[in-house]
């Protein structure tokens, strides 16, 4: 990008190039209508210091004034500072064009066809821009969309050079005039709005060259296309098009949580974030330092269980939103133990990334440049952490960056893959001097121990003496404020001591005053003063008594409540109230279960929260509590209480399965388009359905007694298959979780193989498995067809066909010859697109890679038969391919004269072999 700037009193000149986005200085940028091509002012005229004559030299006198006024040394104009001879620069101004509008600091629209002379004029006059404004030509162009859209301030301006308003001031009119939202205009990330009412924003717009109206559009989709002029309208908007749902399906394969909902949720149900409660670490100096020393690259916030870090870092988010540069990108993720979408290291970088995209669309291109080929197991197989820290180290160097703010929450719940993540903030936070990380945990020594190679002085630590009295007056703040909303508390006398005696007892802990007013809230507490007199002052002592009380309860409803707890402390995501009621062995329908547990919910203590009909652990230290060994007298141990749930799930899914749940009647209806009825016939048994497995798998804990027999649990598992294994497929289907059908057959098998007395239930496991992998695809895109092509097109004697004779299509008479049994052939894998030269099993045939004639090489998972890497870079047909000893390296030999070294792991080409004179053959 070149910028323009003043060279002597009311003559301009051209900057030098600037490459790199972040080197770029504050500028304020140019929207206007073009005239004749002769009136304006070129490229070619400021390098041969002509065009003061022409019309147009009197824009850039206005932008050179106004900016000038504004503070601003530089600006920019499309007609005079983009080469236009230069091809290559000419295509990629026109795809960076929306991020130069975005990035300026201030944008001046100058409207030639609008005058404000006679303004002093009151009444008519006034009247009189305002109607050349809504007729303005400027809101007829295609361009001046994206001109209107990205910048986040845009002032408008009267051919006299009067300013007339901003789009914040005269946001009614320009809505009105041009049909973009309110929302849009305030500032609105653009991917809110769907696909459709974008373009049609651009309806009643023109441009020059027919290509343009896609062309102009590029930025508001953050999409790339190459520009073709004479391509043609249809054409160029063909190729959008295919951007944009490229981009779209990219998008949904990467979301797996919207952190944003995500923030919302964790304060809604931890009560709302109270601003005086956090408002000091704004003002602490280690995050003033973080905040505005360049050097500073991490912070990383420490401290005991429940001293408010999360909301703490809730309301660092909050603050850095309103306060940072419109230019600045910011993006959080809150880990979550209890929850599987949330606690491990690829869903962190899953959900970072996910923000990052949604405020700066054309970093998208990174993650393409994998997703294109691998599509959404990119993000799932095993390699995903591999290519997704390899797609975040890509996005932190991006050029057109400014800076990026990321902040996570609770390292120490990030229960998969921590290391990895610390080491990669480590490795991410030395490298990027964009990049400012913020972080939280517990006092964790394994995590010390990773950071320690960061910065040391960036530690905040809720302990440290300065930090613990501003905590301590916070959690007083946050006394006053839960006391002061206290019906049973409106005797200020009374108020004052309650206070004080929490004051004294709280130890700067939130979390247990939180607790303790929870208490208060009950209607049996009407002593306040006993209660917090009686409370115990420490957070494990307060749970204690918590457990006490739920043991004095009756004798049923104590063991209701003892049995929600220990479910809710080993499931794999939180449950909604029907499901953990139909886990308990409750009767009803939903709404009954729903409102009965939720009572059962309220009796146990403030262990639980539900919202949205969800039942959450109140916090992560009273799932650390409950986890707890000395527990077990109370609670049965986490072994017991997944195979409870593993044979509750199996009855539940007995009873409540069966063919054609959502009455789709079409074996072809498509998944796409079913819709969940409101009576759910699958609203209790959704968890069961996918979990039962590995409820199984996590009640045999060890190796050892994995091996041993429980002729029962197999019993169990063989009558749900012989009775209930078709319908369970259809709901898997029905709930988008067909792959979690594939990873549980595959633990069955692992579970059962070997066992004595078992053969039956292995042969139908084994059957059960060939079933599922081979109609795998089918099912998960009609979920009916379970009963019409998966039936027919199996083995004459499969053992699932037989069992299930009597669900084939009637209709059908003539039915397809297929083999007895299941051929040796185990599994199709599909991908190449041209012939397959050579084949390599790894060593411990876990993977699979392909060579072929479209000159790639592919890894394939062997049991899930999915393509984990496409390995590019060979220009000719790929002819032989092998594993190293340890599985660690590829190497390819290609027609193109070389032999490439691949790390099999990441894809990496770690070695490129010249020096063949012909094609290599093995
Ligand atoms: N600023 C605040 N506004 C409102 N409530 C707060 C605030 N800070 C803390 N709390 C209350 O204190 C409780 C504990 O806070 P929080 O979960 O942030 O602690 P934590 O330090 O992250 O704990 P842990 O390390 O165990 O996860 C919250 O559930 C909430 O009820």
């Known amino acids: 990008m070149r910028l323009l700037q003043c060279i002597n009193t009311s003559e301009y000149g051209l900057t030098k190039e600037f490459v790199d986005d972040s080197t770029i200085p504050p500028y304020a940028i140019l929207s206007h209508t073009w005239g004749a091509d002769t009136e304006e002012v070129t490229f070619e005229d400021l390098m041969n210091s002509t065009g003061k004559d022409k019309p147009g030299y009197e824009k850039i006198l206005f932008c050179g004034e106004q900016a000038r006024r504004d503070k601003l040394q530089y600006f920019w104009i499309d007609t005079c500072c983009i080469n236009k001879d230069n091809n290559?620069?000419?295509?990629?101004?026109?795809?960076?064009?929306?991020?130069?509008?975005?990035?300026?600091?201030?944008?001046?629209?100058?409207?030639?066809?609008?005058?404000?002379?006679?303004?002093?004029?009151?009444?008519?006059?006034?009247?009189?821009?305002?109607?050349?404004?809504?007729?303005?030509?400027?809101?007829?162009?295609?361009?001046?969309?994206?001109?209107?859209?990205?910048?986040?301030?845009?002032?408008?301006?009267?051919?006299?050079?009067?300013?007339?308003?901003?789009?914040?001031?005269?946001?009614?009119?320009?809505?009105?005039?041009?049909?973009?939202?309110?929302?849009?205009?305030?500032?609105?990330?653009?991917?809110?709005?769907?696909?459709?009412?974008?373009?049609?924003?651009?309806?009643?717009?023109?441009?020059?060259?027919?290509?343009?109206?896609?062309?102009?559009?590029?930025?508001?989709?953050?999409?790339?296309?190459?520009?073709?002029?004479?391509?043609?309208?249809?054409?160029?908007?063909?190729?959008?098009?295919?951007?944009?749902?490229?981009?779209?399906?990219?998008?949904?394969?990467?979301?797996?949580?919207?952190?944003?909902?995500?923030?919302?949720?964790?304060?809604?149900?931890?009560?709302?974030?109270?601003?005086?409660?956090?408002?000091?670490?704004?003002?602490?100096?280690?995050?003033?330092?973080?905040?505005?020393?360049?050097?500073?690259?991490?912070?990383?916030?420490?401290?005991?269980?429940?001293?408010?870090?999360?909301?703490?870092?809730?309301?660092?988010?909050?603050?850095?939103?309103?306060?940072?540069?419109?230019?600045?990108?910011?993006?959080?993720?809150?880990?979550?133990?209890?929850?599987?979408?949330?606690?491990?290291?690829?869903?962190?970088?899953?959900?970072?990334?996910?923000?990052?995209?949604?405020?700066?669309?054309?970093?998208?291109?990174?993650?393409?440049?994998?997703?294109?080929?691998?599509?959404?197991?990119?993000?799932?197989?095993?390699?995903?952490?591999?290519?997704?820290?390899?797609?975040?180290?890509?996005?932190?160097?991006?050029?057109?960056?400014?800076?990026?703010?990321?902040?996570?929450?609770?390292?120490?719940?990030?229960?998969?893959?921590?290391?990895?993540?610390?080491?990669?903030?480590?490795?991410?936070?030395?490298?990027?001097?964009?990049?400012?990380?913020?972080?939280?945990?517990?006092?964790?020594?394994?995590?010390?121990?990773?950071?320690?190679?960061?910065?040391?002085?960036?530690?905040?630590?809720?302990?440290?003496?300065?930090?613990?009295?501003?905590?301590?007056?916070?959690?007083?703040s946050y006394i006053d404020y839960k006391l002061s909303r206290l019906e049973s508390l409106e005797d200020e006398d009374l108020r004052d001591r309650v206070r004080d005696i929490l004051r004294r007892k709280a130890n700067g802990t939130f979390l247990w005053v939180a607790l303790v007013v929870q208490e208060l809230e009950r209607p049996e507490s009407w002593d306040p003063l006993q209660v917090v007199d009686e409370v115990p002052a420490e957070l494990h002592r307060l749970y204690d008594r918590m457990v006490n009380q739920i043991q004095q309860l009756s004798e049923k409803n104590s063991e209701l409540c003892r049995r929600i707890l220990s479910i809710a402390t080993v499931v794999y995501r939180p449950l909604h109230l029907a499901e953990i009621g139909g886990l308990c062995g409750l009767p009803g329908q939903i709404s009954v279960l729903t409102k009965n547990v939720r009572k059962i919910v309220a009796m146990c203590g403030s262990f639980l929260t539900v919202r949205d009909d969800q039942v959450y652990l109140i916090h992560q230290s009273a799932k650390d509590y409950l986890s707890d060994e000395a527990r077990t007298t109370i609670f049965p141990c986490q072994a017991k209480t997944h195979h409870y749930i593993f044979l509750q799930s199996l009855e539940l899914l007995s009873s409540t399965l069966r063919r054609d749940m959502y009455c789709l009647i079409a074996p072809a209806f498509p998944i796409n388009l079913v819709q969940v009825p409101e009576q759910d016939p699958l609203g209790t048994t959704r968890y069961s359905c996918v979990h039962w497995v590995g409820h199984l798998w996590d009640s045999v804990s060890s190796e050892t007694t994995r091996q041993n027999d429980n002729s029962e649990d197999g019993d169990a598992v063989y009558a749900f298959f012989e009775k209930k294994y078709l319908y369970w497929l259809e709901a898997l289907s029905l709930c988008k979780s067909m792959s979690e059908g594939v990873i549980s057959m595959t633990k069955l098998q692992t579970l059962f193989k070997g066992r004595k007395n078992a053969s039956a239930l292995v042969e139908l496991i084994q059957d059960a498995y060939r079933f599922i992998m081979y109609h795998k695809w089918t099912i998960e895109n009609s979920p009916l067809q379970t009963y019409a092509s998966a039936l027919l097109f199996s083995p004459a004697r499969s053992l699932v066909r037989r069992l299930f004779e009597e669900e084939e299509p009637e209709a059908i008479t003539i039915k397809p010859i297929v083999e007895e049994r299941w051929s040796a052939c185990l599994q199709t894998l599909e991908g190449h697109s041209s012939h397959v030269i050579s084949v390599a099993f790894s060593h411990d045939s876990a993977r699979l890679a392909s060579a072929s004639d479209d000159s790639t090489v592919k890894i394939w998972d062997t049991s899930s038969g999915e393509c984990l890497q496409t390995l590019e870079g060979h220009s000719r047909a790929v002819m032989s391919v092998t594993f190293s000893y340890d599985s660690a390296w590829l190497a390819s030999a290609s027609n193109d004269h070389t032999v490439k070294i691949w790390d099999a792991n990441s894809g990496e080409c770690l070695q490129t072999l010249e020096g063949h004179s012909y094609g290599v053959r093995s």
């Not at 300013?163 to 849009?184: M, R």
């Not at 401290?303 to 809730?314: A, H, I, N, Y």
């Not at 820290?389 to 800076?403: E, H, Y």
């Not at 480590?426 to 320690?452: D, F, G, M, P």
């Open 88 to 476: 290559a620069e000419l295509s990629q101004a026109i795809n960076s064009m929306f991020r130069w509008y975005r990035n300026a600091t201030q944008c001046y629209v100058y409207l030639t066809d609008v005058s404000s002379l006679s303004e002093t004029d009151v009444g008519s006059t006034l009247q009189q821009w305002e109607s050349d404004f809504w007729k303005s030509k400027w809101f007829t162009r295609g361009w001046t969309l994206q001109e209107l859209l990205a910048p986040s301030s845009v002032n408008f301006f009267s051919r006299e050079w009067r300013k007339l308003g901003d789009k914040i001031s005269l946001k009614q009119q320009i809505h009105k005039i041009t049909g973009v939202p309110v929302l849009a205009l305030q500032g609105a990330p653009l991917s809110q709005f769907d696909v459709n009412e974008r373009l049609s924003w651009q309806n009643n717009r023109h441009t020059k060259l027919e290509e343009d109206r896609a062309y102009s559009l590029l930025g508001i989709f953050g999409v790339y296309v190459a520009p073709v002029y004479g391509e043609g309208k249809a054409r160029a908007f063909k190729r959008l098009m295919d951007e944009i749902a490229k981009l779209e399906r990219c998008i949904q394969d990467l979301h797996l949580t919207d952190p944003r909902y995500d923030k919302k949720r964790i304060e809604e149900t931890k009560g709302g974030l109270l601003n005086d409660a956090y408002y000091w670490v704004l003002e602490s100096s280690d995050f003033q330092q973080w905040r505005n020393d360049r050097q500073s690259q991490l912070l990383w916030i420490k401290g005991d269980p429940g001293k408010g870090k999360t909301m703490l870092l809730c309301g660092i988010v909050n603050e850095l939103k309103n306060s940072m540069a419109k230019t600045n990108l910011l993006s959080y993720f809150f880990c979550q133990a209890t929850d599987a979408r949330l606690n491990n290291a690829t869903a962190v970088l899953r959900g970072l990334l996910y923000l990052l995209v949604d405020q700066q669309p054309s970093l998208i291109s990174h993650v393409r440049k994998k997703y294109d080929h691998a599509s959404k197991s990119l993000f799932e197989d095993a390699n995903a952490w591999v290519a997704l820290s390899d797609i975040f180290k890509n996005i932190i160097q991006d050029p057109t960056l400014k800076k990026i703010y990321l902040v996570i929450d609770a390292l120490d719940e990030c229960v998969t893959d921590l290391p990895k993540l610390l080491d990669f903030i480590v490795y991410a936070s030395s490298t990027s001097v964009r990049v400012k990380w913020l972080l939280s945990s517990r006092n964790e020594l394994h995590i010390e121990q990773r950071l320690r190679s960061a910065d040391e002085r960036m530690r905040l630590s809720l302990e440290l003496k300065e930090n613990a009295k501003q905590v301590s007056r916070a959690v007083n």
